[in-house]
């Protein structure tokens, strides 16, 4: 459906967005979206380091479980 739209059709559209929504309200919309990628990004990446961390902290590698193993017979 929208496989057709080109650049002047994109420009229409925004061209269409600031008259019926003015500037300003659309500068602080898209500096809202900013800050939502921008907490997105330091959530997933806290997230990404907590796993690594909780990770390191038991030590899971090949050598480690082949250890657990050996010291449970």
Known sequence: ???NIGPMGLILIA???LVLF???KV???MGEVGK???AFKKGVNDST???DDAIAAKDVT???DAAAEKDKA
């Open 36 to 38: 939502g990628i921008t």
């Open 1 to 3: 459906m929208f496989n």
């Open 49 to 51: 380091k907590e796993v």
């Open 15 to 17: 061209v269409v967005v």
């Open 62 to 64: 090949p050598e480690a």
């Open 22 to 24: 003015g500037r300003g």
């Open 27 to 29: 500068s602080s919309l």
